[in-house]
């Protein structure tokens, strides 16, 4: 949210601020146009990066912008009086578009101080206490609005990546997820292994049951081979009644080893009341030169074979 935040706000702050900029200069306010072209610079800068570099740096906004945004305040309030604190009210909104929000916070804070400094030697006392009043309000409402976005944003993005059923992550993060398991596999040389793991028979769960137990069943699985992968590894949910749990950092012998403690967990417990079932796993280790797909294929291929070969075990290659 940052990068894009900085973006944009480059780019709407260089349209607005540079004709005042140029007409603080050609008017002899140099000092504040030196601090308005300053701030110019900045957000220039921060539009570069995210661009070119698809980087964004808050400690730049941090360290360098919100000094900038003091030095303009302490200027232009007293030669340009309430025109200098109407240039306030965006600076403190953008610095919670810019900043991680306890920065923000902070930065605010000083804002604020100093512009209640200024408006208190600039003004009568009245107007300054509404300055004061206004400036306040306007930052607490931004930081809450800002607050809310950010927390519907997480909600959004964990719904997207998320299996409703099951609480596991779904096929959605999965591509993602092995591309950069095996782009570490490969620059670290690390042991990683692909486990699928299917139910069997599910289809005589909810022939049997119905739909809403067959549910039930896979919620059940679900949190037993979560359970047993723990932090070895991540479980997804890739479909119907199949998983699939990515494992790192394990050798071979406790890769199959963990396979075969998941299989016996799930064939013990009761998915449903009185009701057992059991699984039938592949496993593939990652072998090098081995891409996502050709990983895949080859504990699927595996998976097949556990099948083919009568269900209720593990088979690895």
């Known amino acids: 949210m940052l990068n894009k935040s900085a973006m944009w706000l480059g780019n709407v702050a260089l349209f607005f601020i540079t004709p005042f900029a140029i007409n603080n200069f050609i008017n002899g306010r140099l000092d504040v146009a030196i601090a308005s072209f300053f701030i110019m610079v900045i957000f220039a800068l921060n539009t570069i990066t995210v661009v070119f570099w698809k980087r964004y740096y808050s400690w730049v906004s941090l360290l360098v912008l919100s000094p900038a945004i003091l030095m303009f305040c302490y200027y232009s309030i007293p030669n340009q009086g309430i025109i200098g604190v109407l240039w306030s009210f965006p600076a403190l909104v953008c610095l919670y578009y810019l900043l991680p929000e306890k920065q923000a916070w902070g930065a605010n804070v000083v804002i604020i101080a100093l512009c209640t400094y200024l408006a208190f030697n600039t003004f009568e006392r009245g107007l300054a206490m509404r300055i004061f009043a206004t400036l306040s309000l306007i930052s607490a409402f931004t930081a809450v609005s800002i607050r809310q976005i950010n927390k ?7 719904l997207a990546i998320t299996d409703s ?3 596991l992550y779904n096929r959605t993060l ?13 620059k670290l040389l690390g042991e990683c292994h692909l486990l699928t793991l299917d139910v069997d028979h599910f289809k005589r769960i909810n022939d049997q049951f119905g739909h809403d137990q067959g549910d039930e069943a896979l919620r059940n699985m679900a949190h037993c081979i979560r359970d047993h992968v723990g932090t070895h590894g991540v479980v997804f949910r890739h479909g119907g009644e199949e998983f699939i749990a990515v494992l790192e ?11 075969e ?5 799930v064939a013990s417990i ?4 009185e009701f057992k079932t059991t699984l039938s796993i592949g496993l593939a280790r990652l072998k090098p030169q081995m891409n996502r797909i050709d990983w895949i294929r080859e ?3 595996n998976l097949y074979l556990a099948k083919n070969q009568g269900r209720n075990q593990t088979v690895a290659s």
């Not at 519907?152 to 964990?158: A, F």
């Not at 050798?251 to 396979?259: E, F, I, R």
């Not at 403690?261 to 967990?265: G, P, T």
């Open 299 to 301: 504990s699927d291929r």
């Open 249 to 259: 950092d394990l050798s071979w012998q406790a890769a199959k080893k963990l396979a």
């Open 261 to 265: 403690d998941i299989r016996l967990a």
């Open 270 to 273: 009761e998915v449903l009341p």
């Open 165 to 167: 059923l099951t609480g």
């Open 152 to 158: 519907q944003q997480i909600e959004l993005h964990r």
């Open 174 to 186: 999965l591509r993602a997820a092995l591309d950069e398991v095996i782009t570490h596999h490969h």
